[in-house]
T-cell receptor
């Protein structure tokens, strides 16, 4: 049973560039949430996708956008990168039905460094 | 005021000790609550869900106090392997729509 996978594991970009991060949910899960975790902080909710639609959004600017594909995998896009975007980006998957519907399972994350 | 607040620690306790963390939340409409464990440079892993008056799993006990809007995590007979950051998380909705995390409490168990 494959867990949540993310790619790439590490990424270095420069200010102003654009980046795309990818996530495949755990088998049987159809909901994907994205989080940003800065050093020494807890994960900050960016947005959640379900049925290929953005269902909830946190306090992040429009530079952060996403997409969910019919196979439930998801992408996070960040445009016009800033130094402050350097962080660990975590993807979590869950299922809106079933006994563990609220449990989120995290992928290993993508470490983004913006220079 | 932050939606979810935790004491950042670090808590440095000897092996075998009992340690407790608290986490407060500001939204009284919060539906469900979780404790996650995060090891250095790893992803968070679910430790326990806290749905009603609390629950126990081996050496770990989680309690919920809705009136005072806090949850707690108690670790008994602590092991060296318990050293990690413990994240409190609160679900603001009736489904997994928006989960807010605290900043985490660092725990270090010394021999």
């Amino acid at each position: 049973d494959a867990g949540v996978t993310q790619s790439p594991t590490h990424l270095i970009k420069t200010r102003g560039q654009q980046v795309t991060l990818r996530c495949s949910p755990k088998s049987g899960h159809d909901t994907v949430s994205w989080y940003q975790q800065a050093l020494g902080q807890g994960p900050q909710f960016i947005f959640q996708y379900y049925e290929e639609e953005e269902r909830q959004r946190g306090n992040f600017p429009d530079r952060f956008s996403g997409h969910q594909f019919p196979n439930y995998s998801s992408e996070l896009n960040v445009n016009a990168l800033l130094l402050g975007d350097s962080a660990l980006y975590l993807c979590a998957s869950s299922s809106p039905s079933g006994p563990s519907q609220e449990t989120q399972y995290f992928g290993p994350g993508t470490r983004l460094l913006v220079l | 005021r932050k939606e979810v607040e935790q004491d950042p620690g670090p808590f440095n306790v000897p092996e075998g000790a009992t340690v407790a963390f608290n986490c407060t939340y500001s939204n009284s409409a919060s539906q469900s609550f979780f404790w996650y464990r995060q090891d250095c440079r790893k992803e968070p892993k679910l430790l326990m869900s806290v749905y009603s008056s609390g629950n126990e799993d081996g050496r770990f006990t989680a309690q919920l106090n809705r009136a005072s809007q806090y949850i707690s995590l108690l670790i008994r007979d602590s092991k060296l392997s318990d050293s990690a950051t413990y994240l409190c998380a609160v679900n603001l909705g009736s489904s997994a729509s928006k989960i807010i995390f605290g900043s985490g409490t660092r725990l270090s168990i010394r021999p």
